[in-house]
Nanobody
C-alpha cells in the first residue's frame, strides 16, 4: 500500500526555519519524483518544490527560491524540505505527493501527482 507521511510542521516566528519530512512506504522512491505543495485557507493548492529520481534535479516556485531546499535520502525512503527565512505568507498545510515520472514531465501541477500525504501544518507568526 502506497503511503506518504509528512512531519515536521509547527509554529515558528518570521525569519525562522523548519524542516519537513516526507516518509514513503509501500514503494521505493528511487523511481518517483516527489513534490511539495501547500494550501492556505481559502486558496488553491500551490506547488512549492519537486525533486526528480533520475538525476536529483530540483524545481522551486519563485515564491520560495533561495529560501527552501528540497533533498532526498533514498536509503531512508524520505524526502525533506528545509525552509529558511520563513514569512507569514508561508503559512499553510504542506503536502508531499509522488508520481512515477521526473519533475520535468509534471512540473508543479498538483493534478499530475498520483499519491498524496495527509499534510502537516506550518504556521509562521510572531
Amino acid at each position: 500500500q502506497v503511503q506518504l507521511v509528512e512531519s515536521g510542521g509547527g509554529l515558528v516566528q518570521p525569519g525562522g526555519s523548519l524542516r519537513l519530512s516526507c516518509a514513503a512506504s509501500g514503494f521505493t522512491l528511487d523511481y518517483y519524483a516527489i513534490g511539495w505543495f501547500r494550501q492556505a485557507p481559502g486558496k488553491e493548492r500551490e506547488g512549492v518544490s519537486c525533486i526528480s529520481s533520475s538525476d536529483g534535479s530540483t524545481y522551486y516556485a519563485d515564491s520560495v527560491k533561495g529560501r527552501f531546499t528540497i533533498s532526498r535520502d533514498n536509503a531512508k525512503n524520505t524526502v525533506y524540505l528545509q525552509m529558511n527565512s520563513l514569512k507569514p505568507e508561508d503559512t499553510a498545510v504542506y503536502y508531499c505527493a509522488t508520481v512515477p515520472f521526473d519533475c520535468s514531465d509534471v512540473g508543479l501541477w498538483a493534478y499530475e501527482y498520483d499519491y498524496w500525504g495527509q499534510g502537516t501544518q506550518v504556521t509562521v507568526s510572531s
